[in-house]
């Protein structure tokens, strides 16, 4: 009998296969349709399973794929391959909130039952332009009397942070941990203190209050964190607590890296997400500190403020979702390592990266954050400044005017604009009206 010659199957790569995948999808606005619809009726029938899909299943029961070794090249590039004008990750989110929604009855909310007291005082909800997400994620109604009247704070608009990089983690389980104290309105004094611990990509917040700003008090806060929530990453600012002996023998059990920074670089967004959560709460809570130094109190508005779609999530999610589903998390981290990326680029083409030594800007320098807060507030620029270096995407630099107690500073790289090559060049006419406007 003879022997037939059987030629091997050739294996396509990874790459060939997303190259397929890149191609096959959206040739026309008629196949967009029909595979929006399809998407559509495919996640209905996927809702009615019994339990919640993960990404990997979810590809699975949809079906795009044409043999098995397509379906790893498709999670794996869940961001990138457009079905039905939405990316893959786009149709699971939507299916991911679909699915927190499942079951759920519209209803007027109810905050958590406390047991009678005569000083008994629940929190209204505060923040008022999320009043429409709030009622859409949860389905309810937020009655009138569960809404806080806020007076409108109308503040100095800022620079536009249109070249401002995105703030977040490449790992998970990262936080950010701050010190905060309420004051008694009448002693003026401190009268409670917080920690404030959030996590920077799930924007997810754990408030502890705490005896004092003891290295003990603040150990057996964090190790309730650690207890209750993943903790690889931990970031502060100077508080001599963070950083004692005591504490980085406790990070170092725990296998938990940390950067705490000193008040050099206050003029930065180095611990940003917990410096805006606590003057988000802050302002939930009004004027009135009494109310903010209230534990029960605090702990109604941090579940509130969990339970809140946060622009930070478009609206969609709120940090109590995100935090418990790693795959959301992870989706976020892409979505921002993305539009980092494009902003180097743009900060690249608008020259933010070409200072050299020696060179004058001009800088915006928020006073409210140095000793000179009384100064009074530009709207944009407000200091002329010699270029120093750069220091992870902000800018070092020396006041050609300088404070007593206040000459070099660093900046974000967005609150800058370049002037001229040298403090020489300051004197010839066409830049006599910065010297005029910034230095006279």
Not at 272 to 285: E, G, Q
Not at 294 to 307: A, E, G, H, S, T
Not at 421 to 434: I, M, R
Request: net charge positive; aromatic share 10%.
């Amino acid at each position: 009998m003879a022997q037939r010659n059987l030629r091997t199957r050739r294996v396509k790569s990874s790459a060939q296969i997303l190259d397929e995948l890149l191609k096959r999808y959206d040739k026309t606005m008629k196949q967009i349709d029909i595979a929006e619809d399809s998407m559509k009726l495919s996640i209905q029938t996927i809702l009615k399973q019994p339990r919640r899909l993960n990404l990997t299943e979810f590809v699975d029961e949809i079906q795009i794929h044409d043999s098995d070794n397509e379906i790893p090249v498709i999670i794996e590039n869940a961001d990138k391959i457009q079905y039905g004008g939405k990316t893959v990750q786009d149709w699971f989110d939507d299916y991911i909130a679909k699915e927190l929604q499942k079951g759920k009855k519209r209803q007027n909310i109810r905050l958590p039952a406390e047991k009678p007291s005569a000083q008994a005082a629940q929190i209204k909800f505060p923040f008022k332009s999320k009043i429409k997400a709030y009622e859409q994620v949860h389905g309810v109604k937020l009655e009138d009397d569960k809404k806080q009247q806020v007076i409108p704070d109308y503040q100095i608009k800022q620079l536009p942070e249109k070249f401002g990089r995105p703030y977040f983690s490449y790992e998970f389980g990262s936080w950010e941990i701050d010190i905060v104290f309420s004051m008694n309105p009448e002693l003026v004094r401190i009268n409670q203190i917080y920690l404030f611990c959030i996590n920077i990509n799930t924007e997810y917040l754990v408030v502890y209050p705490l005896h004092s700003k003891s290295q003990e008090d603040i150990e057996k806060a964090l190790q309730n964190l650690v207890q209750t929530q993943n903790v690889t990453h931990i970031r502060g600012d100077g508080e001599k607590g963070f950083a004692s002996n005591q504490l980085m023998q406790f990070y170092n059990k725990n296998g938990i890296k940390t950067y705490f920074v000193n008040g050099s670089i206050e003029l930065t967004n180095h611990n940003r997400v917990v410096d805006s959560v606590i003057r988000t709460i802050r302002n939930a809570f009004g004027q009135d500190d009494r109310d903010f130094a209230n534990p029960k109190l605090m702990q109604q508005m941090v579940n509130i403020y969990n339970d809140t779609p946060h622009g930070a999530f478009d609206n969609k999610f709120t940090p109590k979702q995100v935090n418990s589903l790693q795959e959301l998390e992870g989706y976020f981290i892409r979505k921002n390592d993305k539009k980092l990326r494009e902003v180097k680029q743009d900060q690249q083409d608008q020259g933010f990266t070409k200072y050299k030594p020696g060179n004058i800007l001009m800088i915006h320098v928020d006073y409210l954050r140095t000793m000179h807060r009384y100064m009074k507030q530009r709207r944009n620029f407000n200091e002329l400044a010699k270029f120093i270096k750069y220091d992870n995407g902000n800018v070092e630099c020396l006041l050609l005017k300088p404070f007593t107690d206040l000459d070099r500073i660093t900046v974000p790289i967005y609150y800058t604009k370049f002037v001229c090559e040298n403090e020489q060049q300051l004197d010839q006419p066409q830049f006599k009206k910065f010297k005029d406007q910034f230095l006279n």
